[in-house]
DNA sequence: ACCTAGGTGATAATTATTACCATCTAGTTA
DNA sequence: TAACTAGATGGTAATAATTATCACCTAGGT
């Protein structure tokens, strides 16, 4: 089986199909197609990292000082709900969401939580033929990895080395 | 590949045994064996759903009339620190808690919150032979199904019929 | 140009978690 | 066994993410 980090590059086209059908998306799902959703949804698109509600909310003001946070709140649970975002919880105190909603995987370090989209086509094919297990029909999955980036091992490591000479 | 929900049957002697290690993984730990940290590792092994830390407030409560929220919040992240509970926070909003610390993954219904445990042998080998990718060391990995339990199926299948007469 | 269901902004309320600090105790040492 | 101390606990205040509320607004249909 191979892991493979997912390619930045190939984000930036993702995003400008993913804008372009959002509107015919939103009224599929019922939604109004408001400027506050197109607002979101741009900053969301264009997030290598997986931002929180207050970092989607920081950036998006600067094209809509006026916008709410708890509309930011309410629209990224909305967009989770139509399938347009994916909330990414593990580990984490706190909600954070991804644009890419292709089936992919995650690495996060544990320490300072940054998040790393990888595809791993095996697990993608996983749930195929199996539709439920006991009681729970299942919908997806998601492989999390739990890791050390190279910036917390190296502080990890001064750390230690701090300890023994006190 | 295959999946297999794990056998509640088991966790009877797992408990046991992880109890009986309990005082001594705390010294390797080095942390102190105090009554309340006995405490609530046992409600932790006894639960076989995947508490929240008020629920193991409550039955800790039970025994130790004055133990503090605060106790329960802090031993738990310190089990967890020393690798002898495991967090498990994907989907969810608040902090769930699994005294299996053993390789294993989890379903998990979108709805009601509820978790249960399952084996994947072949994902417990994803890792292996694969110390890290990009500027990541990996430590462990866990793959987390959504899923919908009989329960809920039915109670969205009963609103829809709603909506539709009404 | 209306109409209205649904969306938004502002703010209060809720709630999980953490911080703080005085007191206590597990576990070591004399 | 008594004394010591680093670390643990209880009680409570503080913090911070999220949700609820509600008056007003607007997207999208008529």
Partial sequence: MELQLVNERRRGPYAAKRLSEFAERCRKGGLAVTPQRLAIIKVLLDSGDHPRADAIFAAVRLQHPHISLATVHRTLETLCDIGEARKVTLL????????????????????????HDIEIPEVDKLLEGTPSLGEFSLLRCSLEIAALCKRCQLAEKRRRAQRHTT
Avoid: S, W
């Fill in 92 to 115: 984490h105190d706190v909600a954070r969401y991804d644009g890419n909603v292709e089936p992919h995987h995650h690495v996060l370090c544990v320490r300072c939580k940054r998040v």
